[in-house]
């Protein structure tokens, strides 16, 4: 009997082999065992090349397990069978799914290019079908990269009405999340998180595709950070981590679901595990997937900043820049609190100027701008970022963002000398991140809330303020922080006092808190002619030329 040549086996027992490892492979496939789908589909094709569909089975498991050249080699080769069959339409899908993926990569030509091959094979089959829907994802896609929402949108309810036609639970659920995606940028936030949710309903309820469950996983639950929507953005994280777990051998998501639990679990103050987490992320992702790692770096650098573990945080941030990740504002922050505020102002400048048009980029960017240059002095810099943060908190709406702009205007507050009126924003702020259970903002609140009860001359309430700040950051473990607030404490003392007396520097807290000589005067049981001479006397010693730049020198060196 003739033996197979590529083989030395008999014909029967490679055909043998072959179903068999194409039967298991189709098995783990329906188990969601993916890395074992994807191992014995490509045994099955190492000894005969695969059919159109089992090659489409194949580029699946492969993308599930992180190997994305693998499934764009395998969709490729799916699309060329489809058109050998003359099936033009089952081949536009399968190009579809690979101008996405290049698209979501950042490969924005071949991406197109890929788009308009789907386009002309539908066009040969009529106007009138399914295909034509998912054409336009990628479409809205684009037009929400661009910042145009209302063409995001116009597109996307196009898609919702083919995916309705046809009954496409894929392309309905996608489309429906990019419309409330284009909903969310024009600031109607509201409107867009029920359509993100009603997205999700058939995304939780398992009604999609594994891929494109996991794309709308991940991408709702980046809209809902971007907003600081932290409610719905732990609900969903919770629900992916579920979905994840339950496909042991999944990859792809499960590294993004640890990114975004990461950060999670960094506001929440549980930054042991954040790092963990982030760590573990960095490992799950593909090397083809170098903006994901460069996000577990980042979320690693972010935790050993506040930790104070600098040289750590400082490898993490070149690490998430080496994979084309943007280290700011995060690195600003670091060279801030190593005490070089001219290269961080440097920093931050440079990439609130380059994010002239993103403004959900920009609410992560300006409340770490206003820190750095009101250490800087730049009074009006940091009143002119408060009015666009103020801007976009009612742009957006929400509870969070409002209180990143209400403790960002308290800190300028003080520095103007308007301690009262910080005091109001401050403690609104403090308010909302107790509800959302974050506690290093909360204690970063109350640390400014003392501050300015400091300033008022309510030196009872600075006390308790600065201490419950202290005990909040010992718990953290905000080396940093914990130091700063230990030495506002001590600050009392006449070596700390920057040469002043102690009535030089109560008079300096009574002019920061906007009180007049003649009020001073009045509080401090003094006349008048004193208080002049003491304010003439702290402006030469702080060689300051008027009162709103002793207030300035007063809050930079943490004098109030």
Same mark, same amino acid.
């Given at each position: 009997?003739?033996?197979?040549?590529?083989?030395?086996?008999?014909?029967?027992?490679?055909?043998?082999?072959?179903?068999?490892?194409?039967?298991?492979?189709?098995?783990?496939?329906?188990?969601?065992?993916?890395?074992?789908?994807?191992?014995?589909?490509?045994?099955?094709?190492?000894?005969?090349?695969?059919?159109?569909?089992?090659?489409?089975?194949?580029?699946?498991?492969?993308?599930?397990?992180?190997?994305?050249?693998?499934?764009?080699?395998?969709?490729?080769?799916?699309?060329?069978?489809?058109?050998?069959?003359?099936?033009?339409?089952?081949?536009? !899908?399968?190009?579809?799914?690979?101008?996405?993926?290049?698209?979501?990569?950042?490969?924005?030509?071949?991406?197109?290019?890929?788009?308009?091959?789907?386009?002309?094979?539908?066009?040969?089959?009529?106007?009138?079908?399914?295909?034509?829907?998912?054409?336009?994802?990628?479409?809205?896609?684009?037009?929400?990269?661009?910042?145009?929402?209302?063409?995001?949108?116009?597109?996307?309810?196009?898609?919702?009405?083919?995916?309705?036609?046809?009954?496409?639970?894929?392309?309905?659920?996608?489309?429906?999340?990019?419309?409330? !995606?284009?909903?969310?940028?024009?600031?109607?936030?509201?409107?867009?998180?029920?359509?993100?949710?009603?997205?999700?309903?058939?995304?939780?309820?398992?009604?999609?595709?594994?891929?494109?469950?996991?794309?709308?996983?991940?991408?709702?639950?980046?809209?809902?950070?971007?907003?600081?929507?932290?409610?719905?953005?732990?609900?969903?994280?919770?629900?992916?981590?579920?979905?994840?777990?339950?496909?042991?051998?999944?990859?792809?998501?499960?590294?993004?679901?640890?990114?975004?639990?990461?950060?999670?679990?960094?506001?929440?103050?549980?930054?042991?595990?954040?790092?963990?987490?982030?760590?573990?992320?960095?490992?799950?992702?593909?090397?083809?997937?170098?903006?994901?790692?460069?996000?577990?770096?980042?979320?690693?650098?972010?935790?050993?900043?506040?930790?104070?573990?600098?040289? $750590?945080?400082?490898?993490?941030?070149?690490?998430?820049?080496? !994979?084309?990740?943007?280290?700011?504002?995060?690195?600003?922050?670091?060279?801030?609190?190593?005490?070089?505020?001219?290269?961080?102002?440097?920093?931050?400048?440079?990439?609130?100027?380059?994010?002239?048009?993103?403004?959900?980029?920009?609410?992560?960017?300006?409340?770490?701008?206003?820190?750095?240059?009101?250490?800087?002095?730049?009074?009006?810099?940091?009143?002119?970022?408060?009015?666009?943060?103020?801007?976009?908190?009612?742009?957006?709406?929400?509870?969070?963002?409002?209180?990143?702009?209400?403790?960002?205007?308290?800190?300028?507050?003080?520095?103007?000398?308007?301690?009262?009126?910080?005091?109001?924003?401050?403690?609104?702020?403090?308010?909302?991140?107790?509800?959302?259970?974050?506690?290093?903002?909360?204690?970063?609140?109350?640390?400014?809330?003392?501050?300015?009860?400091?300033?008022?001359?309510?030196?009872?309430?600075?006390?308790?303020?600065?201490?419950?700040?202290?005990?909040?950051?010992?718990?953290?473990?905000?080396?940093?922080?914990?130091?700063?607030?230990?030495?506002?404490?001590? !600050?009392?003392?006449?070596?700390?006092?920057?040469?002043?007396?102690?009535?030089?520097?109560?008079?300096?807290?009574?002019?920061?808190?906007?009180?007049?000589?003649?009020?001073?005067?009045?509080?401090?049981?003094?006349?008048?002619?004193?208080?002049?001479?003491?304010?003439?006397?702290?402006?030469?010693?702080?060689?300051?030329?008027?009162?709103? $730049?002793?207030?300035?020198?007063?809050?930079?060196?943490?004098?109030?």
């Amino acid at each position: 009997m003739q033996m197979s040549k590529s083989t030395g086996r008999h014909p029967e027992a490679t055909v043998a082999s072959i179903g068999k490892s194409l039967q298991s492979g189709h098995e783990a496939y329906l188990r969601r065992d993916w890395a074992d789908a994807y191992r014995l589909l490509s045994r099955a094709d190492a000894t005969a090349p695969l059919g159109a569909e089992n090659l489409q089975m194949l580029a699946e498991a492969a993308y599930l397990i992180g190997h994305v050249d693998e499934y764009l080699r395998a969709l490729d080769r799916a699309y060329h069978g489809y058109l050998h069959r003359g099936e033009c339409l089952r081949a536009a !899908r399968c190009a579809f799914w690979i101008g996405l993926c290049l698209l979501l990569q950042g490969e924005t030509g071949p991406a197109t290019g890929w788009s308009g091959r789907a386009r002309r094979l539908i066009e040969r089959n009529g106007p009138d079908c399914v295909e034509r829907g998912y054409l336009r994802l990628p479409l809205a896609e684009q037009s929400l990269m661009a910042a145009d929402s209302q063409a995001a949108y116009d597109t996307a309810v196009s898609a919702v009405e083919i995916g309705e036609r046809f009954g496409e639970p894929d392309l309905i659920a996608c489309a429906r999340h990019l419309q409330g !995606r284009s909903l969310i940028l024009q600031g109607r936030v509201t409107e867009g998180l029920a359509l993100l949710d009603e997205a999700m309903v058939a995304v939780v309820a398992g009604e999609l595709s594994p891929i494109m469950t996991g794309l709308i996983y991940c991408s709702v639950i980046d809209s809902c950070q971007q907003i600081y929507a932290f409610g719905r953005a732990r609900e969903w994280t919770s629900a992916l981590a579920r979905w994840c777990a339950d496909q042991p051998q999944l990859a792809n998501f499960t590294g993004i679901c640890r990114v975004r639990r990461a950060e999670i679990l960094q506001l929440q103050g549980a930054w042991p595990d954040a790092i963990e987490e982030a760590r573990l992320a960095c490992g799950q992702f593909s090397e083809q997937a170098k903006h994901l790692v460069g996000a577990g770096f980042y979320q690693q650098a972010e935790v050993q900043r506040l930790r104070g573990d600098f040289e $750590a945080a400082e490898e993490a941030y070149q690490a998430a820049s080496g !994979r084309g990740y943007e280290p700011q504002p995060g690195l600003a922050l670091l060279r801030l609190a190593q005490g070089r505020a001219d290269i961080a102002a440097a920093a931050i400048r440079r990439v609130v100027a380059s994010a002239k048009t993103d403004q959900l980029q920009r609410t992560r960017l300006l409340p770490a701008y206003v820190e750095i240059v009101l250490t800087m002095g730049a009074i009006e810099e940091a009143q002119s970022a408060c009015r666009e943060l103020d801007e976009l908190a009612r742009t957006y709406d929400t509870e969070v963002l409002r209180a990143i702009a209400d403790q960002s205007r308290g800190a300028v507050k003080l520095v103007e000398g308007n301690a009262g009126a910080a005091l109001e924003l401050l403690r609104s702020a403090f308010h909302v991140w107790e509800q959302v259970e974050a506690p290093y903002p909360a204690a970063r609140a109350r640390e400014l809330i003392g501050l300015a009860c400091r300033a008022l001359g309510d030196m009872d309430g600075a006390g308790l303020e600065l201490e419950a700040a202290r005990v909040a950051f010992e718990r953290l473990g905000a080396v940093p922080d914990l130091a700063r607030v230990d030495a506002l404490k001590k !600050r009392s003392s006449p070596a700390q006092l920057h040469g002043l007396t102690r009535r030089e520097l109560q008079v300096l807290r009574l002019i920061a808190a906007g009180k007049t000589n003649k009020v001073i005067a009045a509080k401090l049981f003094v006349s008048q002619r004193t208080v002049d001479r003491h304010v003439s006397n702290l402006f030469g010693k702080l060689n300051v030329p008027s009162r709103t $730049a002793a207030t300035s020198y007063a809050y930079t060196h943490k004098l109030i």
